[in-house]
């Protein structure tokens, strides 16, 4: 017991590397540089040189303690690659700074899951679609949302920028493809000749055709065609049409817009199933595509001297078999065949998950991330007679094939091993590299052997597979059980280890030196001793630290514990009403937890098998407890994703380890020291935390996790009178709510000085460097972010936004910080337009503030403008010197070539000469 007034001291966790994910497959991957590819890694983006196979850094979002599932689900970057658009599971949308890692700026605007993300060709605005079914276009440069669009009935699948026009087209599992006009933000044209889902599209041709792919094998073409808006009169005459003609008419009707849409034909792929994605380079002139499968298929969207070409060769072809003369100036209309050349098809390594296309010249590159944890890239010529795509570079040895099962440290804590379905890999734990990778069957279980020179791993097929580090090899494979292997544990001294097995049976092993019947060294080996025969399948083992009992957990929901001398029976557990999946005994060997799949972790005596308490302490299974080394602390995960931390004398959870996995965890191992636990879990990830010396708090903790929970379940806001039918791109979140109350109290401190007589400044206004109440108030409203200065502004009441107007129009009167200003008081006049014009109070101050308004805006306008000209002279100036230097250096260089040719002239006359 620690003194009185005193209580225990807890040390926190904090994330110390996630590894052993190259590419989870719902975020993609998108070129950044050459040969540099940016991936998704479940909650992270992690940037691969390819040719190097290295990591150049993580994109690594700060993750609270409650909302620590986050995944990374859509990713875009701009045209130079120096940004990247990053959409995640929450609905927030990020963008990074590829070059030194740093996140520029936040957008919160969707509901759920961003789906689809794309830049403009300028790289100044962002368009995102979501599963909530709304678009919404951002201004990257202003930090602010632009427009929400509205109109879609299932999940966004894609949505794009056209260049050629001020348009966004949209695709959703509703099965239309929607054109926005971003001037009025409303829909103008719905493409209604899908019978399923459309789930990509893409725009190709310099944007006069889309390609679009659904549920089915075919890719559907269509052409775009712009021109006048018709009037209401030949609209109204085009709509007196027979009912006959009627009958005959396609899907698409001419609805009287500027923009036509036909159907030119399908392209069908042959991959079968569903389209997984379409993607096309920056020019439109490849489209990759693929499935559900490992087949990845390249077309070229030909350009107009290889669409005659091929026209002229087909028209060729029809007169020498029907022998008609052909017309002169006559030209046969292309047919979609002659548009699109295939490319060929690639079979990648596992299945395709998305794919990223840049063209070098005559060279188109492909990445793809792959199912099985692997990014391959592809090349490919665009010649006329070019060989299908073929593989260029394989990231693949910094991750397993399939989910890590099992996990071990070495005793000295520097290495750590993992085992899946194909391998076994051992990790430098400071720089989480692949150290050695050895084939290995379906490994459920591992363990270093003393000396961290051997490790042993049993598999799903009741192998004992023992490999050797020092030569990367398996050594021996023992067959130990007649089912699988679901645990293994080291004896007390070292010597040997206890396995146990789904045939029902616990057996003892030692270590002991054989000799190598092909060479003359010794190999170490695992001679079996004894066999504990039980009632039911052994699902977990462990052995005491003081050698003493052996403790099994089998299929009957309880845990028998035997002497180990004697192998007579000690113990039943029982209470479980659910198989026991993992099981461990504390140092002091007086204590054993074990964890079950009815959700429960129990805290048992080892004197009288007593249970000194259960605790409901994960939403699912629970799949690993381990006590950490010498306390009596525990470690559990669970398949709801979470890894908690608890305290075995006082019951209670000290910590959850974030950030989470996205999905079920596999197992949990913790180092010898104690120092460092990691996890592994289905989606690919293995984590490591890492004991830092901060102090933490129980009721503080307590309180931050009430507190994230609440900021979680902010609702949406009312309809905002003023709004209008679309509503705004901007979403209320817990950040915003603090930002108005921060405005509200500056306001509040600012107005208590004016009226006051003191003249020195508050504290507060000193601590942010003010010099007057007016600079401080300017901080004020230049320090709420601008992506979420509309929401504040909404939370405002009627009489503080009176204040606020006033402020806003000292400020104007100041010139200070005028574009801000300026935005936050249009903004206002527009929400509160009926309230402010009813009153009539605030007539003098809007009369103030438009003619100060006209005057900062007008010579704002005026310097912006200034140097922009300015810009724009240096830009030609330069230009200007460039072409003269390169006449120049031309010059130069012809005149040099003349007197080399003089002088091998003059050289061949004197030979001449002399002969």
Known sequence: MPPSGLTKQYLRYRCGGVFNVIGSGRGGAVYVGNEV??????????????????????????????????????????????????GYSDGSVRVWDTNSGEEEVTFTGHKNAVTSLNWDRAGLRLVTGARDTSVIVWDVVGECGVARLEGHKGPVTQAMFMETQNVVVTCSKDTFVKFWDLTTHHCFKTVTGHLGEVWDMVLVNQEQQMVTGGQDSELRVWSLQWGEKE????????????????????????????????????????????????KSDESGRVVACHGNDNMLEMFVICTKEEVDKRVAKRLKKEKKRTGDEMKEGETGEA???????????????????????????????????????????????????????????????MGHRSDVRSLAWSSDNTALATGSSECVKVWNRQSLVPVRTMPSGYCLALMFCPGDRHIVAGTKAGQLEMFDLGSGEKTESIAAHEGEVWGIAPSAGKKGFVSGGADKTVKFWDFELLADSESETKVLSAVHKRTLSLDEGVTAVALSADGRLVAAALLDSTVKVFFVDSLKFFLSLYGHKLPVTSLDISSDSTLIVTGSADRNMKIWGLDFGDCHKSIFCHDDTVTGVRWLPDTHRIVTSGKDGEVKMWDGDTFVRIQTLSPGHVGEIWGVAIAPNGRWVVSCGKDRSVRLWEKTGEVLVLDDERETEREEMAEGDVG???????????????????????????LMEALELYKDHIKGEEKQLPPLMMAFGAENPLDYMVGAVARIKSAELEEVLLVLPLDVVQDLVEVLDSILQAGKEVEVASRCLLFLLEIHHGPIIASGGMEAVLGRVNAALGREVGSLRDRVGTNMAGIKHLADRLEEKRGVEMFTDSTTRQRERNKKKKKKEKALQRAVMAL
Do not use: C, F
């Open 716 to 742: 949406d806001r009312t309809a905002v009178p003023g709004e209008g039918v679309v509503a705004l791109p901007t979403r209320r979140t817990a950040g915003t709510e603090r930002g108005a109350e921060g």
């Open 231 to 278: 009037t209401s009169e030949e609209t109204d005459a085009k709509k007196k049409v027979t009912e006959e003609d009627a009958d005959n008419k396609d899907d698409l009707e001419d609805d009287g817009s500027e923009l036509q849409v036909s159907r030119l034909g399908s392209i069908l792929r042959k991959g079968e199933g569903r389209v997984g994605s379409l």
């Open 37 to 86: 590819v940016a991936v998704a890694t479940v909650g992270e983006v992690t940037i691969w040189d390819t040719r190097r196979k290295e990591r150049v850094r993580s994109l690594i979002v700060e993750s609270g303690v409650v909302n620590k599932r986050l995944e990374v689900t859509v990713m875009a970057a701009n045209g130079p690659g120096t940004l990247l658009g990053v």
């Open 335 to 397: 047919s979609l065949q002659e548009m699109v050349r295939r490319l060929g098809g690639y079979k990648a390594g596992g299945k395709v998950r998305s794919v990223d296309l840049v063209v070098e010249g005559n060279m188109v590159k492909g990445v793809m991330v792959l199912g099985n944890n692997m990014v391959e890239q592809v090349k490919s010529e665009l010649g006329g007679h070019s060989d299908p795509p073929s593989l260029h570079s394989r990231v693949e040895l």
